[in-house]
């Protein structure tokens, strides 16, 4: 059984730009969620895809937004960087009626 | 607005010792409350879990109380194990539209040998 993995592992980016995170499912998951974790915080919910569409949203912007495909991998993207984007990304993928969540080693982005 | 809340940032425990994490919560309708373990450079792990038509639930040295009318939730881990020093989160799944969880600010806990 394949864990939940996240490239790349740490990314560094200007303001302005866009960034592109990946991250693979654990086999047998259907669904796949986003966390943002700032520093001394938990992670906040991004948003939930499922059979490749949103399933769900937290408070975050437009210029944060997914995909996921017929794999159940899913990609997330931030365009327009900020400097409070600089976070770990995490990512979570479960059943779709499911309560446990797996996390993969999430991704460090800094926005410089 | 936070919904989800562990006012304790940090606690240490001597090892052998009951560790006593608390979660407090406002939203009446969560249906599932979580506990995660988070190692640094890694992600959380998931720990134990209750459902909200619960009031306990045990696994192994871990065992999680809930009490609605107080919406507070707590996590005993005994004995504890200096193995067990990390970061806990508290989360609940919000069943309101489509899933989500909501997740606390983190306990750090530090078993000492």
């Known amino acids: 059984e394949t864990g939940v993995t996240q490239s790349p592992t740490h990314l560094i980016k200007t303001r302005g730009q866009q960034v592109t995170l990946r991250c693979s499912s654990q086999?047998?998951?259907?669904?796949v969620s986003w966390y943002q974790q700032a520093l001394g915080q938990g992670p906040q919910f991004i948003f939930q895809?499922?059979?490749?569409?949103?399933?769900g949203r937290g408070n975050f912007p437009p210029r944060f937004s997914g995909l996921q495909f017929p794999n159940y991998s899913s990609e997330l993207n931030v365009n327009a960087l900020e400097l409070d984007d600089s976070a770990l990304y995490l990512c979570?993928?479960?059943?779709?009626?499911?309560?446990?969540?797996?996390f993969g080693p999430g991704t460090r982005l800094t926005v410089t | 607005d936070q919904q989800v809340k562990q006012n304790s940032p940090s606690l240490s425990v001597q090892e052998g010792r009951i560790s006593i994490l608390n979660c407090d919560y406002t939203?009446?309708?969560?249906?599932?409350f979580l506990w995660y373990k988070k190692y640094p450079a890694e992600g959380p792990t998931f720990l134990i879990s209750i459902s909200s038509i619960k009031d306990k639930n045990e696994d192994g040295r871990f065992t999680v109380f809930l009490n609605k009318s107080a919406k507070h939730l707590s996590l005993h881990i005994v004995p504890s194990q200096p193995g067990d020093s990390a970061v806990y989160f508290c989360?609940?799944?919000?069943?309101?539209?489509?899933?989500?969880?909501?997740f606390g600010t983190g306990t750090r806990l530090k078993v000492l040998a």
């Open positions: 086999s047998g998951h259907n669904t």
């Open positions: 979570a993928s479960s059943s779709h009626l499911g309560y446990e969540q797996y």
């Open positions: 989360a609940a799944r919000s069943p309101e539209g489509t899933y989500k969880y909501i």
């Open positions: 939203n009446s309708m969560f249906d599932y």
């Open positions: 895809y499922y059979r490749e569409e949103e399933n």
